[in-house]
């Protein structure tokens, strides 16, 4: 009786833990069932929430995400100009070198993990028509503007539009995304209850993961990401030209200098153009980290400039 009325309550209740403020009588006796019905409770959830992601562009993140997204138990179809079948048959995914035969998947989810400039051809050569009519597509670009207007512009108003940004990569978040921001935008979403469902379950792989969920504007996300990211990999690429080593005597400030190095220097030049070229506000942090540079040698060689004219004067003296 005890565990139907549980098992009604569970059907209900959110899982993870909550019975036992609800039902605080409950006993060791019982908790071996308890466990067991908050299992085939979650089991259930879990059936619902699978989803079926096709990811269009499965280079470095793509193949990144696809490990979690398997591990997770979605079912994973893929796509890129390079043939993958390989890459996508170890991880469980099924690869399609047709976007047609992917498209007549029907999958739930359409993700786009393509580089930022190959974006706009990418999508216009995909044939949508031959998805569900209702689609959610999503995608991963490390800029969030650009995405946005390019869907809300190409994509027909019954697909479901969310932007995100994953801001951590292979290197990053190789021991796990616990604690790392996952930013989102829900542009469209169908106003019914499987649409709004359907974008849960995916933003659910991120915080199932741990992820720090952020829901922001793609526009702040822009002002901000200049800041941050942008700024992270200029400086990252720009000490990578310096050919740095490791010596016997690094500080812990140098060490973390070499480990930005090693963090930026693995995405590829396409990645670290796409954030100059399609956020706006990275063209002003170029402008003002050179300002900042000239700045901070006018007043080094302006010291240099006193101490020396100092010595001529007391030199031409004596
Ligand atoms: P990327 O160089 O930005 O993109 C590589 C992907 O773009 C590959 O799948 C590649 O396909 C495809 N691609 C490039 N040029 C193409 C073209 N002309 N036509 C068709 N496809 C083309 O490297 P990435 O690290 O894999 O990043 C993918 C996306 O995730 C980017 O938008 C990036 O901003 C975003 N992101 C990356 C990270 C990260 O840490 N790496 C983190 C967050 C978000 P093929 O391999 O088949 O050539």
Request: proline residues 4%; negative net charge; hydrophobic residues 40%.
């Amino acid at each position: 009786m005890l565990i139907n009325t549980l098992g009604s309550a569970l059907a209900a209740a959110p899982i993870g833990g909550r019975l036992r403020r609800h039902y605080p009588e409950i006993r060791a006796l019982d908790a071996a069932q308890l466990f067991d019905l908050e299992a085939r409770a979650s089991d259930r959830l879990d059936q619902r929430g699978r989803l079926k992601i096709a990811i269009i562009g499965f280079g470095n993140f793509g193949q990144f995400l696809a490990q979690t997204f398997a591990r997770q138990g979605h079912s994973l179809l893929a796509h890129s100009r390079t043939d993958y079948s390989a890459a996508a048959a170890s991880l469980g995914a099924s690869f399609f070198s047709d976007p047609n035969d992917l498209c007549e998947q029907h999958p739930d989810v359409v993700l786009f993990s393509t580089s930022i400039l190959s974006t706009a051809p990418v999508l216009h050569s995909l044939p949508i028509q031959r998805l569900r009519r209702n689609t959610l597509f999503t995608e991963v670009l490390s800029v969030k503007e650009f995405p946005k207007s390019l869907f809300l512009k190409h994509l027909p108003p019954h697909f479901d539009i969310l932007c995100t940004h994953p801001m951590f990569g292979p290197e990053s978040g190789k021991d796990g995304w616990a604690g790392l921001p996952l930013v989102f935008e829900k542009v469209r979403i169908g106003d019914c209850d499987e649409r709004a469902e359907r974008c849960k379950s995916f933003l659910d792989i991120f915080e199932r993961e741990g992820c720090r969920m952020v829901e922001m504007s793609c526009v702040d996300h822009d002002a901000n990401a200049a800041e941050t990211q942008f700024l992270t990999h200029t400086v990252g690429r720009l000490l990578s030209r310096l050919d740095l080593k490791s010596t016997p005597i690094d500080t812990k400030g140098y060490e973390a200098l070499l480990k930005l190095v090693q963090n930026t220097s693995n995405d590829s030049f396409d990645l670290y153009n796409g954030l100059f070229m399609y956020n706006k506000n990275s063209t002003d942090l170029l402008e003002r980290l050179d300002l900042a540079f000239d700045s901070l040698k006018k007043e080094l060689f302006g010291k240099l400039h006193d101490v020396l004219r100092k010595q001529l004067f007391e030199n031409s003296e004596n």
